[in-house]
T-cell receptor, first 113, second 114 residues
Framework: DTAVSQTPKYLVTQMGNDKSIKCEQN?????MYWYKQDSKKFLKIMFS???????INETVPNRFSPKSPDKAHLNLHINSLELGDSAVYFC????????????FGNGTRLTVT | AQSVTQPDIHITVSEGASLELRCNYS??????LFWYVQSPGQGLQLLLK??????LVQGIKGFEAEFKRSQSSFNLRKPSVHWSDAAEYFC????????????FGKGTTLSVSS
């Protein structure tokens, strides 16, 4: 009954490959996010979708493409992986209304070799 | 633009001692402020939040935070730290008007010594 679930938990791949990370929430939330946490634990917002519509798109290389097939899912596809993409990627969700805290998944640790 | 500064990268506190983690924000209007905790290998858990009203807010696990507009601060406190409080602590400010998309500070690592 995990609220926000991400798969896979660990992902090790080589430079140049294309990979996807999946996220699903069963909280009935209408907004989902991707955050990147670097090796210094700095959390930076990447994308946000509200009702399947992209509403936040921070300065992220266009090799990163989010896809939201429905309100409960937000996947992250990364093309041509680079060493600098190694990080922990967190999915989160909430309601796009006041007083709605973010609920985070447990993260996906991506290692690019 | 909104920003959050956590001046202390790493703090060590003795078990049973009091704790204060500092957070300063930059925001043009009334901010929505949050503290999250991250245990090793885990996602983030909300400790408490401030939207309006009473400037002293209570959270889970015995934490509280005080909003001080004059100092642009939202410091996190706990009167008596337990070993299980060792974790990474993040202060965040709401990016949108509803305060629901967040930008985070760089975090403070709390170590607890016995």
């Amino acid at each position: 009954d995990t609220a926000v679930s991400q798969t896979p938990k660990y992902l090790v791949t080589q430079m140049g490959n294309d990979k996807s990370i999946k996220c699903e929430q069963n909280l009935g939330h209408d907004t989902m996010y991707w955050y990147k946490q670097d090796s210094k634990k700095f959390l930076k917002i990447m994308f946000s979708y509200n009702n399947k519509e992209l509403i936040i798109n921070e300065t992220v290389p266009n090799r990163f493409s989010p896809k939201s097939p429905d309100k409960a899912h937000l996947n992250l596809h990364i093309n041509s992986l680079e060493l600098g993409d190694s990080a922990v990627y967190f999915c989160a969700s909430n309601l796009w209304t006041e007083n709605s805290p973010l609920h985070f998944g447990n993260g996906t640790r991506l290692t690019v070799t | 633009a909104q920003s959050v500064t956590q001046p202390d990268i790493h703090i060590t506190v003795s078990e049973g001692a009091s704790l204060e983690l500092r957070c300063n924000y930059s925001y043009g209007a009334t901010p929505y402020l949050f503290w999250y905790v991250q245990s090793p290998g885990q996602g983030l858990q909300l400790l408490l939040k401030y939207f309006s009203g009473d400037t002293l807010v209570q959270g889970i696990k015995g934490f509280e935070a005080e909003f001080k507009r004059s100092q642009s601060s939202f410091n996190l406190r706990k009167p008596s730290v337990h070993w299980s409080d060792a974790a990474e602590y993040f202060c965040a400010v709401g990016l949108n008007q509803a305060g629901t998309a967040l930008i985070f500070g760089k975090g403070t690592t709390l170590s607890v010594s016995s």
